[in-house]
């Protein structure tokens, strides 16, 4: 079995890129915990939560799997202060321009009562369609209960990490930042609410977006801290509202709804998901999953319903491969075309 020693001797060369001085000169591990072929580490560096923290993660996962470990688990915090100076680094930066201050970006988060309602596929689709109708367009994959956005995009690159700078993939002229690039498979990365807020706060701050008139934000599911902290990161974000048409959907779907006012976020729409079944022979309309959700949850947020959409899968398209973006001429892709619009004309009033 692979020993405390063997993990702390292969992180030897691994340096903070912030103090740039190995991790154990500075004291960084504060914990090593081993469990057969499965490693959790905790550790304390100068700049968590930032670029930094993405290129140290996949460093260090790297060198603990050379050394025998299946997973590798990690978990950062903050160096102490007077560790820190006592190691040369600087004072953060603060004041740094931030997309948050872009008056031109309009922010629109997406968010669901519970998960599995096609959140993040609406995201997705939401924002290639903008894209296709002439609009710059990034998005933000923040929901850590599962990055989904660059598998159903189909992206195999990772961003580009210059210093401090990172580069998102562009897909569908879609401009792309997902934590999930910068985790590696199956190596569970611990988010805490705050930590969360200042990795979201980063990419912000440290990505290279390019001239923003969009940025989708595909956020955890529920109503919980974490949905809580995130919702009042963003002071002037608009809101999508994702249910599927069951009642129970909906009704959870409505709290989502309340915790967008309380934040006083402006509520664009409701996007009902998984609406119906369409039979391609008869035309005619299954309600597989219930009746009536999304206009009920559309009624009770005093707002309107942005899209109903079936059930459906893109065509699987070998040569440019992304399984959950339907295309322009998919009636699914149609109807997003359509929400699109509506969405550009109810936020460029
Ligand atoms: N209209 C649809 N027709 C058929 N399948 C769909 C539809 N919308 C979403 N799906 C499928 O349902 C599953 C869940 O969708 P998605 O991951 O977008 O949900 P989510 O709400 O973001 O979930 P989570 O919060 O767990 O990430 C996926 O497999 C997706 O492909």
Redesign the pocket.
Known sequence: MLTEEQVLKALEPVKDPHLNKTLLEIGSVKEVKIKEKLVSLKLAIAQPGTAEQMQLQQEVVNAVKNAGAESVGLRFEKLAEEEIAKHGGAAEEEGEKSLLDNKRTTFIAVT?GK?????????VNLATSLARQGKKVGIIDA?I??F?VPD?MGIEERPKVVGQRIYPVTRFDVQVISMGFFVEDNSPIIWRGPMLGKMLNNFFNEVEWDDLDYLIL?L??GTGDVALDIHSMLPQSKEIV?TTPHATAAFVAARAGAMALKTEHEILGVVE??AYFESKLTGEKEFVFGKGGGPKLAEELQTEILAQ?????PEIDEENFA??VYDVEHP?GKIYMDMAEKVIQSTEK
């Not at 998960?115 to 609406?122: A, E, F, L, M, R």
């Not at 959409?309 to 899968?313: E, H, Y």
């Open positions: 669901s998960g599995g309602v096609g959140k993040s596929t609406v995201s929901d209960y599962g989904s159903m595909d955890p599911p994702v998901n998984m959409i079936p059930l459906g899968q399984p959950s699914i």
